[in-house]
């Protein structure tokens, strides 16, 4: 019997997956598709927790520490959040969660389910320059981080 395959793509993001934020303007969105040939019955709360609360100890330390350093204000030990981030829209399609900054960043992270697998997306309104220079600095590594969130997604349930 074969192991079910996985993968994980960075994709452009559509106008269904758009339709779900609420930001008053949307300055940057990154969108990663997990696809897989394995079980894809959970919802996306479930993914979305898969994703941002099952990784190693020490992987959730250092998004902690990164989105404290961003001034990410974050709500841990409250149902209603994952991984400190307030749950803002959740239906059997798609998870919203959502927080701002300090520095004027407004950030969504949305989890949506589709034919084409599992899609996990940034959404980000810069409200000032400073949110702006500072996006762009960490978003090298933002970028790196959740493709390795979702490969990690991806070896823990398929």
């Known amino acids: 019997m074969n192991s ?15 339709a779900r934020s609420t930001l008053t303007r949307i300055d940057h969105v990154d969108a990663h598709v997990l696809r897989t040939d394995g079980d894809l019955s959970r919802t996306p709360e479930q993914w979305a927790r898969e994703i941002l ?4 100890a020490a992987v959730r330390l250092r998004l902690r520490a990164g989105w404290t350093a961003l ?36 950030g969504q992270l949305i989890t949506r389910l589709s034919d084409q697998g599992v899609t996990f997306a ?9 949110a702006r220079m500072v996006w762009a600095k960490v978003l090298p590594g933002h970028l790196r981080t959740v493709r390795s969130l979702m490969e990690g997604a991806a070896q823990r349930t398929t």
């Open 4 to 18: 079910p395959t996985a993968t994980v793509d960075r994709v452009d993001a559509d106008s269904a997956l758009l």
């Open 53 to 56: 609360e099952h990784p190693p």
């Open 71 to 106: 001034g990410i204000a974050l709500h841990h030990g409250r149902p209603d959040t994952i991984a400190g981030w307030p749950i803002t829209g959740n239906t059997a399609e798609f998870l919203r969660l959502q927080s701002d900054s300090r520095i004027g960043l407004h």
């Open 122 to 130: 940034t959404l980000v309104e810069l409200g000032n320059p400073v």
